[in-house]
Every structure is written in C-alpha cells, then in structure tokens.
C-alpha cells in the first residue's frame, strides 16, 4: 500500500476557509460585546416634557408638495 496522504482537495480547502472565517466573525463578535459598547444613558438628552418629536414645520409640508403624483 501507498502511505502517502491524496492530495487536498478544493472542497476541503473551501470548507477550510469558511471555519476559519466563522471562527473569525464569532471572536470579533464575542469582543465587541466585551468591550462594553453600550452607550450610557447618561449622555442622551432628557426627553421633552410634551413629546417634541415630529412637528409639520413648512420644509416638510414643501416635501409633501413634491411627492404629490
């Protein structure tokens, strides 16, 4: 018998690759979770006491004028 190992196949060499590079994204996910990325809730504004939010100032309503068909 021949003890000589066949040579790797393009398959394998894919396969390869795609472990390497789950391995890859599962370390770089694991420390962006690490190194604390949240944002403190400190540093976002207080919310306004009446809502505030979406207001129809009259550059929106020029949008509005603008979509109509």
Do not use: C
């Not at 472990?19 to 770089?28: D, L, N």
């Not at 979770?33 to 009259?58: F, H, N, W």
């Amino acid at each position: 018998m021949n003890n000589q190992s066949a040579p790797t196949s393009r398959r394998g060499f894919f396969w390869g690759a795609a472990a390497a590079g789950a391995a890859v994204a599962t370390v770089a996910s694991v420390k962006a979770v690490d190194t604390g990325a949240a944002i403190p809730s400190e540093s976002l504004p207080a919310a306004p006491a009446k809502g505030g939010g979406y207001s129809l100032s009259e550059h929106v309503k020029r949008y509005y004028q603008t979509t109509r068909v």
